[in-house]
T-cell receptor, first 112, second 111 residues
Framework: DAGITQSPRYKITETGRQVTLMCHQT?????MFWYRQDLGHGLRLIYY???????DKGEVPDGYVVSRSKTENFPLTLESATRSQTSVYFC???????????FGPGTRLLVL | QKEVEQDPGPLSVPEGAIVSLNCTYS??????FMWYRQYSRKGPELLMY????GNKEDGRFTAQVDKSSKYISLFIRDSQPSDSATYLC???????????FGTGTRLQVFP
């Protein structure tokens, strides 16, 4: 199906483990984003990418790593998961800068 | 102070009521304004998009921007239980990469 997909949809891991969340979009949008959503904080931008091989930090980048070797994929890696990274993670994409963003269904991550 | 402020609610209304959801902002450079709807355990979906000031209507939904007051609103007419969701405002200045989101207002429409 066309659109933006995320995997896995649910993940339980332990403190200190490395976790990678996947994001794939079929629109060939230039921009891709990773957010986390927590009660009381709303959506907070972790990292974003303007094009393949171009990434930049958002509001809360510490503890996360991203890469974008292909336009359609934008994986997010937690290098050593901590309990504070328990959250719902959303990937989004947009065609041009500052424009409407389209969101994936989210990944619920629990770090024990 | 956050750049975008939004009352978290919850806002509880009876079916058929007119709902008003609001956001205030501090950055006068914001030019693009959006409203997203997010159902429980789902990703946000775009509801309305407006550029600069004025009103925009789409069915039962009307988005209003008042740049002089730095205030945006989303009105829902004839609200339905299916409108029960969290509504997030989002905005950005011209020529920037990122959107700034409000924290969302939870709306409950009861039959």
């Amino acid at each position: 199906d066309a659109g933006i997909t995320q995997s896995p949809r649910y993940k339980i891991t332990e403190t200190g483990r490395q976790v990678t969340l996947m994001c794939h979009q079929t629109w060939s949008h230039s921009y891709m984003f990773w957010y986390r959503q927590d009660l009381g904080h709303g959506l907070r931008l972790i990292y974003y990418s303007a094009a393949a091989d171009i990434t930049d930090k958002g509001e809360v980048p510490d503890g996360y790593v991203v890469s974008r070797s292909k336009t359609e994929n934008f994986p997010l890696t937690l290098e050593s998961a901590t309990r504070s990274q328990t959250s719902v993670y959303f990937c989004a994409s947009s065609e041009n800068r500052g424009e409407t963003q389209y969101f994936g269904p989210g990944t619920r991550l629990l770090v024990l | 102070q956050k750049e975008v402020e939004q009352d978290p609610g919850p806002l509880s209304v009876p079916e058929g009521a007119i709902v008003s959801l609001n956001c205030t902002y501090s950055n006068s450079a914001f030019q693009y304004f959006m409203w997203y709807r997010q159902y429980s355990r789902k990703g946000p979906e775009l509801l309305m998009y407006t550029y600069s000031s004025g009103n925009k209507e789409d069915g039962r939904f009307t988005a209003q921007v008042d740049k002089s007051s730095k205030y945006i609103s989303l009105f829902i007419r004839d609200s339905q239980p299916s409108d029960s969701a969290t509504y997030l405002c989002a905005m950005s200045p011209y020529n920037t990469d990122k959107l700034i989101f409000g924290t969302g207002t939870r709306l409950q429409v009861f039959p």
